[in-house]
């Protein structure tokens, strides 16, 4: 459905996209992961086509330089902060909507599908930022294209809106659109994504299933066990000789990094040693900590 | 180019500019100046016998001087820049436009939301005269009309090339201001310079003077409203014993229409071959 090809944009003498290549297929939905400055935005610039670069991106086999328009036409985008023009949410609707050949019933049905009826005779100067970004949402699903890109499309959204907006574009990916988006948050890449792209100075780093992006950058997963008071040296002990770095958090917490495979080990270990454990809490590795990684020149 | 995509630009942009306080302001003033203007021509005119449109004209000439190259190449100036500043533009470009289409629909839209004002003041001021009974000189007066909405296109189309050419709104507004002076001010001081220090003829002074879109305006006005050649000076009269006075002024008109096409055209393909956002 979407295929980047040997993407190269330069602006100047600075390669913002540097020779990136992957594909999303149909009913696909992927995710574009990177610290700011990665070159995604640059990217879905180019898939949409506002830059022109080297190499080659089609969709569904249109070539968005040469087929511009048609190439759009299968696109809904959602920006990070969306800006529209000083008139009345309906009215942008209306004028995008007629842009892109749709009804007045498809209208009220896409302004009911996002909750926006309350807000819709509004000037889009007076919509707080989450009524903006569903008016952009609104706009983007108006024409019913197979392809979404949205662009960090949750950063202006409560928990409550962020909730309901990741469900909606999940029912939608499972209706069959195709999603490529970019985010910050590893929830909403984990609950979305079929796959994550990474970038880092305009290079695709790496591509992997999202569950196990934190595993294949080699980032451990934190382990909180609690023991008996009595007992919590002879598990440091244990722990230790068996090659786990355990730390002594308090009286009766051991903290330790194990890889995702590794989690059950040391509750095997301690057990094999009868030693009684009360209590366990694992913390996955946080996007802080991968995003940390993906800047940083482990890869 | 989908000619729907285009209406639909050109009917935001008219809205927008009719919701623009400024172009409100605008158009107000120079509907009043206008009118300000035939009532002291006609209160010349009781003393000097002196009646009609052409009077009323000549007056508005130095109006729309002042005028509309100011607005036209302002409100150009900012038309691409501010959107592009603002994101407007990426968005828009973003759903299934083509870049020609904007183009076209943004700059018709401004148009004819500047050539409104421009007929608003000329129109008022018309049916003034029309109602006291003044028919002398209307078609000089239509003819002026036509010349200034001429020279709005022109200015308008500098306008776009500059909006095209620039990331900053502040920075193309800065840009069509100095034009602006350049235009009426400088323009016309550097051709007195130029001719001074280079000693140049006559000749190359008119060819000078059809390289400033506002000059070929003012002679061109001028030639119409007056029947006398000395009204033009020096330049004027070259022009006239050189061309003859229909010559001149098709010469003038022709130098007019290319001051549109060739602007629109380079700010088209500029905006069009161009991907800044």
Redesign the interface.
């Known amino acids: 459905m979407i295929t980047v090809r040997e993407v190269t944009k330069r602006f100047k003498d600075i390669k913002a996209v540097d020779c990136v290549s992957f594909n999303v297929k149909k009913g696909e939905a992927v995710a574009l992961l990177g610290a700011n400055g990665a070159g995604k935005s640059t990217l879905i610039k180019c898939i949409l086509g506002l830059l022109s670069f080297e190499g080659e991106i089609t969709l569904n086999g249109l070539n968005v330089e040469k087929s511009s328009k048609e190439a759009k036409s299968l696109i809904g985008y959602v920006p990070q902060e969306p800006v529209f023009y000083d008139m009345r949410a309906l009215d942008i609707l209306e004028f995008f909507g007629a842009i892109r050949g749709v009804d007045m019933g498809r209208i009220e049905e896409i302004v009911n599908l996002v909750g926006l009826r309350e807000h819709i005779l509004k000037q889009s100067s007076a919509l707080s930022g989450g009524m903006k970004q569903r008016l952009s949402f609104a706009i983007a699903l108006i024409s019913n294209p197979p392809i979404l890109v949205l662009d960090e499309p949750t950063s202006n959204l409560d928990a409550y809106a962020r909730a309901e907006f990741l469900k909606l574009i999940r029912e939608l990916k499972l209706q069959g659109k195709t999603v490529l988006f970019s985010s910050h948050r590893l929830d909403e890449v984990e609950f979305l994504a079929d796959r994550v792209v990474v970038m880092k100075s305009g290079k695709v780093v790496m591509e992997s299933k999202p569950n196990v992006l934190a595993e294949t950058l080699g980032l451990k997963v934190r382990m909180y066990i609690k023991v008996p008071t009595p007992w919590i040296e002879t598990a440091t002990d244990i722990l230790k000789r068996e090659g786990f770095g355990a730390v002594t958090l308090n009286e009766n917490t051991l903290l330790l990094e194990v890889t995702s495979r590794e989690k059950t080990i040391p509750l095997k270990k301690l057990l094999f040693a009868e030693i009684p454990v009360e209590d366990l809490s694992i913390e996955e590795p946080s996007m802080e900590r991968i995003m940390q990684e993906v800047q940083g020149d482990g890869i | 180019m989908e000619f729907?995509?285009v209406l639909?630009i050109m009917q935001?942009e008219v809205?927008?500019a009719l919701?623009n306080r400024w172009f409100i302001i605008y158009t107000v003033c120079f509907s009043i100046l206008a009118l300000l203007l035939l009532f002291f021509s006609y209160s010349r005119e009781e003393i000097l016998g002196v009646s009609g449109f052409g009077r009323t004209a000549a007056s508005l000439i130095n109006l729309v001087l002042l005028f509309v190259p100011l607005v036209s190449l302002v409100t150009g100036a900012i038309s691409i820049s501010n959107e592009r500043e603002?994101?407007?533009l990426?968005?828009l470009?973003?759903?299934?436009?083509?870049r020609s289409e904007v183009f076209t629909g943004k700059f018709l839209g401004l148009l004819v939301s500047i050539w409104v004002s421009i007929c608003l003041g000329f129109g008022l001021s018309g049916i003034v005269v029309g109602i006291k009974g003044g028919s002398l000189g209307a078609s000089k007066y239509l003819l002026t009309t036509l010349l200034s909405l001429l020279l709005a296109v022109s200015l308008l189309s500098i306008g776009f090339i500059v909006s095209v050419l620039s990331k900053k709104a502040a920075k193309s507004i800065g840009i069509s201001v100095f034009l602006w002076l350049f235009f009426l001010v400088f323009s016309d001081l550097g051709i007195m310079g130029t001719t001074i220090v280079m000693d140049l003829g006559i000749k190359p002074v008119f060819v000078l003077a059809l390289l400033n879109p506002t000059e070929v305006f003012k002679i061109a006005a001028v030639l119409n409203m007056s029947p006398r050649f000395e009204v033009l000076g020096p330049v004027g009269v070259y022009a006239l014993r050189s061309f003859g006075r229909d010559g001149t002024f098709y010469l003038l008109f022709s130098a007019m229409i290319l001051w549109t096409v060739i602007p629109i055209v380079i700010g088209f393909l500029a905006f069009t071959l161009l991907?800044k956002?």
């Open positions: 729907k995509n639909l935001k809205r927008e919701k603002n994101g407007t990426f968005y470009l973003s759903h299934p436009v083509e991907k956002e």
